[in-house]
């Protein structure tokens, strides 16, 4: 069975990007680094990623085999979208292990306390919505909620994303396979 090279070279990249990326928040500071835009950004990275990986796998795949007599395998067609989930979140997670454990092990309280500061802009925000015993009890489970990175933690956060990372990259599968089926129509 072949590797695909797609997932390995799109995964290294996202990663990379990811982590530089992080980089640059922590160094704007914290409110950057735990900033849920930052997670957004380069979640959607993940998927451009993943995107490219799927496509130039499947272009390389039409490009060599007769598509009428062998159509593209959903096993392979997924292989490209998920290694390069799994490369970009071995380095993400590995990233957040050493700056949670070794370079900045203070990080949890700072992000225990940047969750409560932001509490108080969503209990004013969704007052409408949220009974004030629902707000009390978030910000009591944030309080209690012990947000220190163990290597333990990391593995299973990891392992816990790779369900997801799965269920993704079954969708672009599926996406590029029917996006072939359709080239041959």
């Known amino acids: 069975m072949n590797i695909s090279k797609e997932g390995i070279k799109w995964g290294l990249i996202a990663g990379v990007v990811t ?50 007599e062998e159509p593209y395998p959903f096993n392979i067609a997924l292989q490209p979208p998920f290694l390069t989930f799994l490369i970009a979140n071995i380095l993400y997670y590995f990233f957040n292990y050493i700056m949670f454990a070794f370079v900045n092990p203070e990080l949890p309280d700072i992000q225990r306390t940047i969750l409560l500061e932001n509490m108080d802009n969503v209990a004013n925000s969704m007052s409408a919505f949220l009974k004030e015993d629902q707000i009390e009890e978030m910000v009591e489970a944030i309080e209690e909620n012990d947000y220190k990175v163990t290597l333990g933690s990391t593995l299973l956060g990891l392992a816990r994303s790779l369900l997801g990372g799965f269920l993704l990259s079954a969708i672009f599968a599926l996406i590029f396979k029917k996006n072939q089926i359709q080239r041959l129509s």
Request: hydrophobic letters at 55%; glycine letters at 6%.
């Open 19 to 68: 982590v530089v990326i992080y980089i640059g928040a922590y160094m704007m500071g914290y409110k950057a680094f735990f900033n849920a835009g930052i997670f957004w950004a380069t979640t959607i990275f993940y998927f451009f990623a993943m995107y490219m990986a799927s496509r130039e796998a499947r272009n390389k795949f039409m490009a060599t085999h007769d598509l009428t």
